[in-house]
């Protein structure tokens, strides 16, 4: 069993910043790609940034240059720092990760989304 849990969402003004925090758990036997994703309703979930095992990231262009991907590989985290946040920020935001178990099957794991709300 894998479980992503993620936390830091919250209200915040525009021109704000927020960090974003995801753990993985469980039956990990190693991490590959791990991303933020969001979604708003009646659109389709799209990327925000990605970041490999070794460390290269992929941002998407409108988050280019105000947020920024890490991640810590000793605790399984990721994390995503966005800072100047715009109204057109507000999502719903999913982490995920392509994790393999410890019995060695490989699949892409999801979080249960928290919400980032940019509003005066």
């Known amino acids: 069993q894998v479980q992503l849990v993620e936390s830091g969402g919250g209200l915040v003004r525009p021109g704000g910043s927020l960090r974003l925090s995801c753990v993985a758990s469980?039956?990990?036997?190693?991490?590959?790609?791990m991303g933020w994703f969001r979604q708003v309703p009646g659109k389709e979930r799209e990327l925000v940034a990605s970041?490999?095992?070794?460390?290269?990231?992929n941002y998407a262009d409108s988050v280019k240059g105000r947020f920024t991907i890490s991640r810590d590989n000793t605790n399984n985290t990721v994390y995503l720092q966005m800072n100047s946040l715009k109204p057109e920020d507000t999502a719903v935001y999913y982490c995920?990760?392509?994790?393999?178990?410890?019995?060695?099957?490989?699949?892409?794991?999801w979080g249960q989304g928290t919400q980032v709300t940019v509003s005066s």
């Open positions: 995920n990760a392509r994790i393999k178990t410890l019995m060695l099957y490989t699949n892409t794991y």
């Open positions: 469980g039956s990990i036997f190693s991490i590959g790609d």
């Open positions: 970041i490999s095992s070794g460390g290269a990231t």
